[in-house]
């Protein structure tokens, strides 16, 4: 973590201005009881994702601090990895994305922006069969690349062009709002239909955005 400091703006809504700036930031999490802060109160800050701020603390060992261990926790952790798993195989007979016929999804559920490695796997079958993940809910991103799918090309697709079986991974990293986002694994077949066999879906969180 960055601490700095900065001065109480308003507040009610609490807002803060950091030292250096003349921009008022809004406070997303306060360790400080905000009633019982005043105009022109210094505090002890951190300059979190979209321009706004958490008080950690005010100078000296204010006896006002009220630290609740509880939103330490939250504020220094993140959430368990998620895995989910069907063990099913899956004819792919869609000419366009769709959700596979035992679906695999996960739904995250998150208190801040977070930044995410999302993870497919699977036994794909017969050529011309696509895989990827869709996004959406709190966050929406598409599965192939695109301005609002995230996905930053196609070598993160899972594409099988040949006949047979392949396990091939599907991969992206991205920036997941706060709320309740799904992401669920999707297939299409180009030509002929294929098989997304025992499909594997991994979300792991990497770091408050």
Known sequence: MTFSWGVVHTVSPLTVIEDGSSNALPVIQSLVDPSSLTVG????????????????????????????????????????PIIYSTGTANTVSASSWANLATRVKIDIVLDYDCWVDIE?????????????????????????????????????????????????SHFRTEKLLAGTTTIEIQAYRYG??????????????????
């Open 41 to 80: 109160d210094m505090v002890r800050v951190e300059l979190a994702q979209g321009g706004r701020v958490v008080v950690y603390g005010l100078p000296g060992g204010d006896p006002r601090v009220g630290i609740n261990e509880g939103d330490i926790a939250l504020l220094n952790s993140l959430p368990d």
């Open 120 to 168: 497919a796997g699977a036994w794909v079958v017969g050529a011309d069969t696509r895989v990827s993940t869709n996004i959406t809910g709190a966050t929406t991103m598409g599965t192939t690349p695109g301005s609002s799918a995230g996905l930053q090309g196609w070598g993160q697709i899972i594409i099988m062009a040949s006949s047979g079986t392949v396990r091939l």
């Open 192 to 209: 002929s239909n294929g098989n997304c066999n025992y499909p594997v879906l991994k979300v792991l969180p990497l770091r408050w955005a």
